[in-house]
T-cell receptor, first 115, second 114 residues
Framework: AQKVTQAQTEISVVEKEDVTLDCVYE???????LFWYKQPPSGELVFLIR??????QNEISGRYSWNFQKSTSSFNFTITASQVVDSAVYFC????????????FGQGTRLTINP | KAGVTQTPRYLIKTRGQQVTLSCSPI?????VSWYQQTPGQGLQFLFE???????NKGNFPGRFSGRQFSNSRSEMNVSTLELGDSALYLC?????????????FGPGTRLLVL
C-alpha cells in the first residue's frame, strides 16, 4: 500500500522566516513520482513540483527548494524568506507505477505567514 | 491554454437527491481524474477516465459513478446523497494519463448536503 505522511498539521511563522514542510512516504513501487501542491483558500490545487524516484538531486526554484532523500523516504519542501502570499495548505503526494494517475495525498500542512 | 474548468462551483442538495458535476479538461488532455476532499478524510481518489473508459477506481460506494465523453469532458454523479457526501470535489486532467504525468486541477465543486 502507498502512504504519505505530513506530520505537521499547522505551521505559523512570521514573514521572512524560512520554513520547512516535511513529507514522508511509503511505497513498494521501485518507480514512482512525488509531487507538491499548494491549495490557497480558493480551493484549487496548484502544482508546484514533480520528482521521480531516480532523481535525487535537490531542486531550487526561486524561494522554493525541495530535498528528496530516498534513504529516508522523505521529500521535504523549504520556503526561504516566506511571504504572506505563501499562506496556504500544502500537500505532498505520491503516484506509483502500479496506480497510474492515482495520486495518494498526505493530510496537508496549513502554513500561515504572519506579517 | 485554459485550465481545467468545473461546473457548478457551488451546490446545495438535500439527502436522498442525486447530483451531477461536470469537468472540462485542459485542451488536448485525455485523462480526467476525480478526487473528494473532506476535513476528516482529506483528499481521496474517486476514479480516472481515459478515452471514455474508467481505468482506475478508488474505494467509494457504487453511488459514485462517472463517465467521459468523446471530447474528454467528464461528469461524475452521486446518487442518494448522504450528509457525508458534503465535500469539495476536484477534477484533474493530464495529457495521456501515464503514471509519470502531472495532474492539473480545477477549482473544484463545493457540495453541501443538508
Amino acid at each position: 500500500a502507498q502512504k504519505v505522511t505530513q506530520a505537521q498539521t499547522e505551521i505559523s511563522v512570521v514573514e521572512k522566516e524560512d520554513v520547512t514542510l516535511d513529507c514522508v512516504y511509503e511505497t513498494r513501487d521501485t518507480t514512482y513520482y512525488l509531487f507538491w501542491y499548494k491549495q490557497p483558500p480558493s480551493g484549487e490545487l496548484v502544482f508546484l513540483i514533480r520528482r521521480n524516484s531516480f532523481d535525487e538531486q535537490n531542486e531550487i526554484s526561486g524561494r522554493y527548494s525541495w530535498n528528496f532523500q530516498k534513504s529516508t523516504s522523505s521529500f521535504n519542501f523549504t520556503i526561504t524568506a516566506s511571504q504572506v502570499v505563501d499562506s496556504a495548505v500544502y500537500f505532498c503526494a505520491l503516484m506509483g507505477i502500479q496506480g497510474a494517475q492515482k495520486l495518494v495525498f498526505g493530510q496537508g500542512t496549513r502554513l500561515t505567514i504572519n506579517p | 491554454k485554459a485550465g481545467v474548468t468545473q461546473t457548478p462551483r457551488y451546490l446545495i442538495k438535500t439527502r436522498g437527491q442525486q447530483v451531477t458535476l461536470s469537468c472540462s479538461p485542459i485542451s488536448g488532455h485525455r485523462s480526467v481524474s476525480w478526487y473528494q476532499q473532506t476535513p476528516g478524510q482529506g483528499l481521496q481518489f474517486l476514479f480516472e477516465y481515459f478515452s471514455e473508459t474508467q481505468r482506475n477506481k478508488g474505494n467509494f460506494p457504487g453511488r459514485f459513478s462517472g463517465r467521459q465523453f468523446s471530447n474528454s469532458r467528464s461528469e461524475m454523479n452521486v446518487s442518494t446523497l448522504e450528509l457525508g457526501d458534503s465535500a469539495l470535489y476536484l477534477c484533474a486532467s493530464s495529457s495521456s494519463g501515464g503514471y509519470q504525468e502531472t495532474q492539473y486541477f480545477g477549482p473544484g465543486t463545493r457540495l453541501l448536503v443538508l
